[in-house]
């Protein structure tokens, strides 16, 4: 089956520790993007990808990192920089022209 | 940043009874579209409208674009216990090209009780 797989599901962090959430998909999709949720808002674009080997800051960047060295691949660091990580993290893809395919997210918790 | 605002932000109602749900946006369009999220889980698209369009229906689903108030509505008919769920709204900037983002709004959850 077609789609975009997010791991883990439940990701807990360490203060001043970096954290790499997953994100994979297998549409062949060339954009990806990656959004916040905190609750009872929408969506806030950290980082997007249109391309491999190219990515461009969203609406709230500071203290994340991303690369797309594959086009299957969009992995998400939240770095330490990063001072109120706990979020619903969500990861989309794309085709040209379309809506975005989401995966089921990773809920990422402060210990 | 935020573009669209749902109203309302949340809305109950008994299995058969119709769902309306409205998104209102500050700035010109490209596109609108509607998203639904069950809880814990990621978005899945329903429904898009272009700018140049006024109505378009998808099964239960019927959306209305008003560019000329800058607002949208979604209507679901006939609801049931499954359609219990977030539903945003997203506004698609219109000269971005392919590199166009999403706009999203903060959402409104509907419970359809039995």
């Known amino acids: 089956d077609g789609g975009i797989t997010q791991s883990p599901k439940y990701l807990f962090r360490k203060e001043g520790q970096n954290v790499t959430l997953s994100c994979e998909q297998n549409l062949n999709h060339d954009a990806m993007y990656w959004y916040r949720q905190d609750p009872g808002q929408g969506l806030r674009l950290i980082y997007y990808?249109?391309?491999?080997?190219?990515?461009q800051k969203g609406d709230i960047a500071e203290g994340y990192s991303v690369s797309r060295e594959k086009k299957e691949s969009f992995p998400l660091t939240v770095t330490s920089a990063q001072k109120n990580p706990t979020a619903f993290y969500l990861c989309?893809?794309?085709?040209?022209?379309?809506?975005?395919?989401f995966g089921d997210g990773t809920r990422l918790s402060i210990l | 940043s935020q573009q669209g605002e749902e109203d309302p932000q949340a809305l109950s109602i008994q299995e058969g009874e119709n769902a309306t749900m409205n998104c209102s946006y500050k700035t010109s369009i490209n596109n609108l579209q509607w998203y639904r999220q069950n809880s814990g889980r990621g978005l899945v698209h329903l429904i898009l409208i272009r700018s140049n369009e006024r109505e378009k229906h998808s099964g239960r689903l019927r959306v209305t674009l008003d560019t000329s108030k800058k607002s949208s509505s979604l209507l679901i008919t006939a609801s049931r216990a499954a359609d219990t769920a977030s539903y945003f709204c997203?506004?698609?900037?219109?000269?971005?090209?392919?590199?166009?983002?999403?706009?999203w709004g903060l959402g409104t959850s509907l419970a359809v009780n039995p």
């Open positions: 997203a506004t698609a900037e219109p000269y971005a090209g392919n590199n166009r983002k999403l706009i």
């Open positions: 990808s249109q391309i491999v080997n190219d990515f």
């Open positions: 989309a893809s794309r085709p040209t022209g379309q809506p975005q395919h």
